[in-house]
């Protein structure tokens, strides 16, 4: 971990086109559509960048349409409510002069109160004990990350992509904003795939993020080994929901994910 992720961090760094309005780039990684992870990441940038810097603990997120790789970004921010301890922006990510997703973040202050969390995952293998992995198709996003699967799928299987573990593969600095956007890139990996019921076909027609959310328990620092774990909890008609979890090395819980999946089965 000695030279910083250039393609990954780049992506963060918003041109600003005049107030609270946000210009990025949209890097193609041999994906027909932009990863929506990268979309979400850079909208809590643009939010984070009006919110004087007080750190995210929630977001909320809706795609409403594909975006196109190597198409300029705009991110346009509203400024909904400045309170005493809270603050809460609503973000749209447009190209083309279209929108492409809805971003609604909620951003607090520290404060003083209670440390508990449920109990850690347990019997995971750390990710020293685990192959470095070639990123498998469903990870087709741009260099700067190490994922080590628990589980990695066997030739020809159909892949198991989590749980797994994660990192930028080098230091990205120490802007706990930065971090926090990185977390929401990285949160997307692999969900859709992880919302489908266990036993269920193989093959979709359609497979897509409908909404996504995120609750920041406590700071992530995403240059450090996260467990990444992903469950589906319902499918019903075409649609699937699966909850996760971002935990550190030492079982302390960062981030809760929830996303709905568009699953439509090839007829």
Not at 154 to 179: C, K, Q
Not at 186 to 197: I, N
Request: aromatic share 8%; proline share 11%.
């Amino acid at each position: 971990m000695s030279e910083a992720p250039l393609e990954l961090t780049r992506m963060f760094d918003l041109t600003p086109l005049g107030e609270d309005s946000f210009l990025a780039t949209s890097p193609s990684v041999g994906r027909p559509r932009l990863f929506g992870g990268q979309v979400a990441g850079q909208s809590l940038r643009a939010a984070c960048l009006t919110a004087g810097g007080r750190p995210p603990h929630s977001l909320h997120a809706y795609f409403i349409r594909p975006g196109t790789p190597d198409e300029p970004l705009t991110f346009d921010v509203s400024r909904t409510r400045d309170g005493r301890s809270f603050s809460t922006r609503h973000v749209t990510a447009s190209q083309g002069g279209k929108p492409i997703l809805e971003l609604i973040a909620s951003f607090h202050d520290p404060e003083d109160g209670f440390d508990w969390q449920a109990d850690p995952p347990s019997g995971t293998p750390g990710p020293e004990g685990l192959p470095g992995l070639a990123l498998p198709s469903f990870f087709r996003h741009p260099v700067g990350f190490d994922v080590r699967v628990v589980d990695p799928p066997g030739e020809g299987e159909w892949p198991i992509s989590h749980p797994f573990w994660i990192r930028a593969s080098a230091p990205v600095g120490d802007d706990p904003a930065l971090h926090a956007c990185l977390a929401a890139y990285l949160s997307d990996m692999g969900v859709v795939s992880s919302a489908r019921a266990p036993g269920s076909p193989r093959r979709l027609v359609t497979a897509v993020t409908l909404d996504h959310a995120m609750w920041f328990h406590r700071p992530p620092r995403v240059d450090q080994w996260l467990l990444y774990s992903v469950d589906p909890v319902t499918n019903h008609g075409a649609r699937g929901l699966a909850r996760g979890t971002l935990h550190t090395a030492d079982g302390t819980l960062l981030v809760s994910v929830a996303q709905e999946a568009l699953l439509r089965p090839a007829s």
